[in-house]
């Protein structure tokens, strides 16, 4: 039995137990934590391996009353399909090597840190399950909540700065998504649909016309935009990446980050296909510029967790531009290279918390010559590397190469321009391993420093293995998704050839990425 409810909501009551365990024993607590998080891991890959990727329609529903918005139905309403599926697939796996890093840097509040972070999983996980609209909104407020804390308490010594430019950001994305919210209820049981069911809501938004869709497509979109985070809404990002522990860091970018992209398919496209054919070529060249924009930036940077933060922006600009291609290559790119710049970001950012741990510094001159200190973290670091660059038979390869196919057959020039990403990618990666691991050791500290324990080779370890996999054999995770994503651009293809110029669309949007 595949119990979406049992799978969501397992880490909150894990935190309940944390919470009100009378044991202080923090080894306990820590136990306690790995287990239900690992518990989640293996009923979220036996999810994976029971989904048919075949079907478009929503798999292991469930639907139960929950209350009435005046003549609306809210449902408690859950379900999963081929987009989904590998998001919370994910989210479960990324969770248990995340609690399992958290004794290297969390020494102080650790109770209060583990009840926020199995919080965070259900809200995450609970984003990705939801197939009601007021239910997905409560879950992404609640996966935002614990993030605040763990940023503003156990954060660098700019937390408090970090947190408050964090929280301003999300206030504002979630301000607005929830007045679009309210707006599509609204006018939709103006319309006689008396349900906020995520499919009903799509069939009916999908049909109207295009001034409706525009409105209530903005909303959703600049509010998952900020989150993504798409340029100009990046600015937080960076911040809140180099002042979050490890843990958190690996939180933002292996699955918070997701939830934007996301957002942006599942509704954005799939519930206002006619604003999102008008709006592609806009998203299409702020994905393309984010590319090139937090490439350079990534080359400026003198701290490694500034700069894995500002390679999200670029790398988040391919799963955007492939995304609003349109296409089918494109769409399966954007999907799996959410997955992909999950795992591999994650990666880097749990192996330099390994070596902050030891040397307690991000700037990236205060290393040199650790290979010859600690070949075993050397040779992890160039893996995450060569993965993040998208080396061919890792995982990053086959997401980038979709994504770029995909947006040739809509627009060469960007696909052109998106070409540059992968060359300066690699130049700051590898400038940046270079400075990290070669030369001659020039600080006595480095002399001294350990390589990896046996607990963090066992977490970095199976991840590794996992991108390895991904890149040998990517087309296990694409099949998941060829039902949703065929169905998504069969939505997109029929608005299109509905569309009335002059009324629903300006030919020359078609026209102005070319």
């Not at 583990?114 to 197939?131: D, I, N, P």
């Amino acid at each position: 039995m595949h119990n979406l409810t049992l799978i969501t909501f397992l880490p909150a009551l894990g935190a309940l137990i944390v919470a009100l365990l009378p044991n202080r024993d923090e080894r306990v607590l820590r136990g306690i934590t790995l287990f239900v998080t690992s518990v989640v891991a293996v009923l979220g890959v036996s999810l994976f391996c029971a989904f048919d990727g075949s079907q478009a329609a929503l798999q292991f529903t469930q639907s139960v009353d929950w209350f009435t918005l005046g003549a609306t139905s809210v449902h408690y309403e859950m379900g999963v399909d081929g987009i989904s599926i590998l998001l919370i697939t994910l989210t479960a796996i990324l969770m248990p090597f995340v609690a399992l890093s958290s004794p290297g840097h969390i020494t102080e509040r650790t109770r209060e840190f583990l009840v926020w972070l199995l919080l965070m999983e259900t809200g995450m996980l609970g984003v990705f399950a939801s197939a009601d609209l007021v239910l997905f909104y409560f879950f992404w407020e609640v996966s935002l909540v614990p993030l605040y804390f763990i940023l503003g308490i156990w954060g660098g010594e700019r937390r408090l700065y970090a947190t408050v430019k964090f929280f301003l950001f999300t206030l504002a994305g979630s301000l607005l998504m929830l007045l679009a919210v309210i707006a599509l209820i609204s006018q939709a049981a103006a319309d006689g649909v008396l349900s906020t069911n995520i499919a009903g809501l799509t069939d009916w938004a999908s049909a109207a016309p295009l001034e409706a869709q525009f409105w209530l497509f903005a909303g959703f979109a600049i509010a998952f935009a900020i989150k993504v985070p798409l340029f100009p809404f990046h600015t937080w990002l960076a911040d809140a990446h180099t002042q979050a522990p490890t843990s958190g860091s690996v939180i933002l970018a292996g699955v918070l980050l997701k939830m934007g992209t996301y957002g942006l398919l599942r509704f954005g496209i799939g519930m206002f296909p006619a604003a999102a054919i008008n709006a592609a070529p806009l998203f299409m060249i702020l994905g393309a510029f984010g590319i090139v924009y937090g490439a350079l930036l990534a080359m400026a940077q003198s701290d490694m967790k500034r700069l894995i933060a500002c390679s999200s922006v670029s790398h988040l600009g391919y799963v955007v531009l492939g995304m609003f291609a349109l296409t089918h290559a494109g769409l399966r790119g954007s999907v799996l290279q959410m997955i992909n710049h999950g795992l591999s970001t994650g990666l880097l950012f749990l192996l330099f918390g390994a070596l902050y741990e030891r040397r307690h510094s991000r700037a990236i001159n205060q290393y040199g010559g650790v290979a010859a200190v600690m070949p075993l973290f050397a040779f992890f670091w160039v893996f995450a590397v060569l993965s993040s660059v998208g080396l061919p038979g890792l995982n990053g390869f086959v997401g980038e190469w979709l994504i770029l196919i995909g947006t040739f057959q809509t627009s060469p020039v960007l696909a052109t321009l998106a070409v540059t990403g992968v060359i300066f990618g690699a130049v700051y990666l590898l400038s940046a391993t270079r400075r990290l691991l070669f030369g001659e050791i020039t600080h006595d500290e480095t002399r001294s420093l350990k390589d990896l324990n046996t607990r963090e080779v066992a977490i970095v370890a199976p991840l590794c293995a996992l991108c390895l996999w991904i890149g040998v054999q990517p087309g296990v995770l694409i099949e998941k998704t060829s039902g949703s994503l065929d169905a998504l651009v069969q939505r997109v293809e029929d608005t299109r050839q509905t569309m009335v110029v002059g009324d629903l669309v300006d030919p020359r949007a078609e026209e102005g990425v070319r």
